[in-house]
Each structure stands twice: as C-alpha cells, then as structure tokens.
C-alpha cells in the first residue's frame, strides 16, 4: 500500500520555510493582497456614477475653463472660465451643485477689469471671492480682483506693470493668517522671471513684492 502522507522531515522542512523571514513575508504579502483585493473589487467601483453639470457654449457663458472649482460659504459653485463671455475676455460663474441655476457674475472686458482669468478663486474671511485676471488691466499684464458672491462690487485691487510688480497672473491668490493675500506672477520684476507679492486688505489696498 502508497503511504501518501507526509513524512515528519517533509512536515519539518514545511514549517521551516513558513516560519522562516522569506516565508513570512510571503504570507504578509498574500494576506495584503486578499485585503486590497477586497476593498478595491469590481463591485465597488462599479458604484461610481457621472454626471454633466453644464456645457459651456461662449460667447454666452464663457469656455475653456482650465481651473478648479470652489464651494462658496452658500454651498454654490464658483468658478472661472478663460475666454468667452460677452465681452469675449472670460467670465466668472456660478452653479448650484446639482447643476441648475447657473449665472454669469462677470463678463471680463481686460482693458479695465483684466482678462483671461486661468486661475479660481478664493472666497475670503469676509465672505468675497477674490481672483487674478492672467493679462489685461489699466497696465496691461493682469489683476487681483474682487466681487461679492451675487456679482456685485467687482472691484480691481492690483494692476500689475510687469517691470517692477511681475506680470501674467496665471496662479490664484492664498488668504494668509495674516488676513492678506498672497501670490505669483508669472514673469517680470526686478529679474524679469516673476515675483511673490502680497495685498494687504485692511486698512487700504497695500502692495508689496518679494
């Protein structure tokens, strides 16, 4: 008759390379992977669903917005979109989240108001939305502006002249705990290759540049 069962230096070699570190780890390993194999299975990413919030179409709502998105204080959506508008220069808009009421707060016209915002906006401690235009304004080489959550109060709070403030505004703006706003342009100053600068909003509209 065939003994098929294990002999006691088979069962001895089997426990050996189990409990040895190589042996371990392998079993840590496979128990890793059964656990993300169970978190990460098919059925739970099958449970992801999408949905179309709106389509621009410019020149009405604006296009082309390359920036993120920010939930107001209100729970709206407010963003930026880099062209388009009425005044053909980018738009400042708002959404609720699940997709209705969209509203253009800001046609931006760049000679006055700055133009082409690529950035989103930050809504500061005293509830506004502030924003940089990337290029346009009364200098020509973009702004730090702000506006009220309905669209009123728009309000330019830095032209930049690109020699000596930096130009091209492409990155948005970081309410500090100091209260002032912080951020780049993208080239220009002293060196020519860009600047850090602040805005201080309290007592006036304060500038200055690193």
């Not at 200098?139 to 309905?150: A, Q, S």
Request: charged share 10%; net charge positive; hydrophobic share 35%.
């Amino acid at each position: 008759m065939m003994n098929i069962g294990m002999t006691a230096t088979k069962r001895s070699v089997l426990v050996t390379s189990v409990l040895s570190p190589l042996g371990l780890c392998r079993w840590l390993l496979l128990f890793a992977f059964c656990l993300a194999g169970f978190v990460w299975s098919p059925t739970a990413c099958a449970q992801v669903t999408y949905q179309l919030l709106k389509s621009f179409g410019t020149p009405g709502t604006g296009g082309y917005p390359v920036a993120g998105l920010l939930q107001g204080s209100d729970g709206a959506l407010y963003g930026t979109a880099q062209s388009g508008g009425s005044l053909g220069n980018g738009t400042v808009f708002k959404l609720n989240p699940d997709g209705t009421g969209f509203t253009v707060l800001k046609n931006f016209d760049s000679s006055t108001t700055g133009g082409y915002p690529q950035a989103g906006l930050l809504q500061g401690t005293d509830g506004a939305l502030y924003g940089t235009a990337s290029q346009g304004g009364s200098l020509g080489y973009g702004t730090v502006f702000k506006l009220n959550p309905d669209g009123t109060g728009f309000t330019v709070l830095k032209n930049f002249d690109n020699s000596t403030t930096g130009g091209y505004l492409h990155a948005g703006l970081l309410q500090g705990t100091d209260g002032a706003l912080y951020g780049t342009a993208y080239q220009g100053g002293s060196s020519g290759v860009g600047t850090v600068f602040r805005l201080v909003l309290s007592s006036g509209t304060v500038y200055s540049i690193r």
